[in-house]
């Protein structure tokens, strides 16, 4: 050949000129080989499977196997090589990693030990310099704060680092105690008692009544008693209970706050009620005990609380009680019907009370002067007062005045049908008197009288009689022994516990006798 070429191994050959070699295929020229789409030949622009002129020669058999062998090794080695790169370098990187990572824990940890043992040492060398501290206060029961640390008075603080350190103990009502204490390694320090200042003010009382005393009492056992108006001053700071008495009332206490250095105004004021009382019909005297307090309509204002019993007064009409219950500061309505049941107004202008027990009538009041004026024309009283009972008149006199009013009030159409007027017998006297109260009579048991009194001074009893007891002693109609002696009952204006103890005190007098103790009543009995 003109040039060496490229064998194909395996590939079938020809000569240049096509005919068949003797020893086999000829080689194939890779430039006899065209190309897929490509044109032919060495055109500008082609390309061509192998370099030109270049030859591929068929390996011999004897050398296969080495080759063969040789990739195989080859492939061997890339494989191992792969499994190196791809498993077995990891895995050692990984290893060398994990023992790093240890080995920087296990510094990491010998650090750590290392520091602990540093913090024990020093926290046991602390320790050992910490100190004690107590401290307590007058008044005891303060919250006390030592650096960080708070307790309360008495109080002991065990661990303290020695050093400065603040201390500020608290009280309500006292000013606050600061101090800075020094605490020194291995010195326990005791601060003793610390007598804590007070914090004050000062309290004025005042009242629109007189006659008011009270207790005030407060923090640390204060207690002061006196008498409204009053001004405290230097009183310690806090709450406090006011109790105060109006005479024989207690009044509902009072709870008052005393601020530092306020000037407190307190004003002590009785829980008045209000009642505003009517009646149908208008008009009844209104009675509370035996103090005539007004007519209906009538507002009664400063009435304590409580149950109040009052009577309410209208002749002819029955005297009606009645009974109210009153809130503090409250103000209660109430309105009453009057009955009239056989009460009536004799000619004389004299009220008569039916008396159902016995079955008669009494006088309302003890005779007055301007009623026996009106029948007997005359008056025999020592103290003269149309509104005063008659006095100075004998048992004869008072008996011969019954006749002539029974011939009076029957001549004016007032008397009722078969009945007379008369002194009462002691029964009847006892039946009219019933639940008169003899601390509400006009007597010196308690206070001097120097004269008889207006009717009506007492209190009324239940069936609205007057004045039973005291004013004047009277007559009644039976003797008590053979000598024509009779019995008074009731006593009198200047009767005293001495001569007169009880309600049952009875005298006796001849009947000629008269004297400026002396008067009598009348009851309407039947004939």
């Known amino acids: 050949m003109s040039r060496a070429g490229k064998f194909i191994p395996g590939g079938s050959g020809r000569k240049a000129s096509g005919a068949l070699s003797k020893s086999g295929p000829a080689p194939i020229r890779v430039d006899d080989v065209p190309m897929p789409d490509e044109p032919k030949g060495d055109k500008p622009g082609g390309r061509k499977l192998f370099p030109k002129g270049g030859l591929r020669a068929p390996v011999a058999k004897k050398n296969r196997l080495p080759i063969t062998i040789m990739s195989a090794v080859v492939c061997g080695f890339l494989v191992c090589f792969a499994q190196y790169i791809l498993v077995t370098k990891p895995a050692q990187q990984r290893a060398l990693a994990a023992q790093q990572a240890l080995a920087t824990d296990q510094a990491a940890e010998k650090a750590r030990e290392d520091a602990q043992a540093a913090k024990d040492a020093a926290a046991a060398k602390l320790k050992a310099a910490l100190i004690s501290v107590k401290v307590d206060s007058n008044p005891s029961g303060a919250s006390v704060t030592l650096g960080d640390a708070q307790k309360t008075t008495p109080a002991t603080f065990p661990d303290v680092e020695p050093g400065t350190i603040n201390l500020l103990i608290h009280l309500d009502g006292y000013h606050d105690y600061q101090q800075k204490i020094v605490a020194q390694a291995g010195a326990p320090l005791d601060l003793g008692v610390i007598a804590l200042a007070q914090?004050?003010?000062?309290?004025?009382?005042?009242?629109?009544?007189?006659?008011?005393?009270?207790?005030?009492?407060?923090?640390?056992?204060?207690?002061?008693?006196?008498?409204?108006?009053?001004?405290?001053?230097?009183?310690?700071?806090?709450?406090?209970?006011?109790?105060?008495?109006?005479?024989?009332?207690?009044?509902?206490?009072?709870?008052?706050?005393?601020?530092?250095?306020?000037?407190?105004?307190?004003?002590?004021?009785?829980?008045?009620?209000?009642?505003?009382?009517?009646?149908?019909?208008?008009?009844?005297?209104?009675?509370?005990?035996?103090?005539?307090?007004?007519?209906?309509?009538?507002?009664?204002?400063?009435?304590?609380?409580?149950?109040?019993?009052?009577?309410?007064?209208?002749?002819?009409?029955?005297?009606?009680?009645?009974?109210?219950?009153?809130?503090?500061?409250?103000?209660?309505?109430?309105?009453?019907?009057?009955?009239?049941?056989?009460?009536?107004?004799?000619?004389?202008?004299?009220?008569?009370?039916?008396?159902?027990?016995?079955?008669?009538?009494?006088?309302?009041?003890?005779?007055m002067q301007s009623e026996f004026e009106a029948v007997a024309k005359y008056n025999p009283s020592n103290f003269r007062n149309p509104n005063r009972p008659v006095e100075t008149i004998s048992w004869d006199n008072a008996v011969a005045f019954c006749d002539k009013l029974t011939d009076y009030e029957r001549k004016a159409g007032k008397l009722p049908a078969g009945f007379k007027y008369s002194l009462p017998t002691e029964s009847q006297w006892s039946a009219f008197s019933a639940d008169a109260d003899i601390d509400q009579a006009a007597t010196s048991r308690a206070n001097s009288l120097s004269s008889t009194q207006d009717v009506g001074y007492s209190e009324p009893n239940k069936y609205g009689i007057y004045d039973s007891l005291g004013n004047v002693w009277e007559w009644c109609l039976d003797a008590v022994d053979d000598q024509g002696n009779h019995s008074l009952r009731g006593g009198s204006w200047l009767s005293s516990t001495d001569n007169f103890p009880s309600a049952d005190t009875r005298i006796v007098a001849v009947p000629k006798n008269a004297d400026r103790f002396t008067g009598f009543r009348v009851v309407l009995v039947p004939q």
């Open 199 to 367: 914090r004050t003010g000062s309290i004025t009382l005042s009242s629109a009544e007189t006659g008011i005393t009270y207790t005030l009492t407060g923090p640390n056992n204060y207690s002061h008693t006196g008498t409204v108006p009053d001004k405290l001053a230097d009183v310690p700071v806090g709450a406090y209970q006011l109790s105060s008495t109006l005479q024989d009332w207690k009044l509902p206490p009072q709870t008052i706050t005393l601020h530092p250095d306020e000037n407190l105004q307190e004003f002590v004021k009785p829980p008045y009620a209000t009642l505003s009382l009517q009646s149908d019909p208008p008009g009844a005297t209104v009675h509370n005990g035996r103090v005539v307090v007004g007519q209906t309509p009538v507002t009664l204002k400063n009435l304590r609380p409580g149950s109040v019993h009052l009577a309410l007064d209208l002749p002819p009409y029955t005297l009606q009680w009645v009974d109210v219950d009153l809130p503090d500061s409250g103000v209660v309505t109430k309105t009453v019907t009057l009955a009239q049941d056989k009460d009536f107004i004799a000619a004389c202008g004299m009220p008569m009370v039916w008396i159902p027990t016995g079955s008669f009538w009494a006088a309302k009041y003890p005779m």
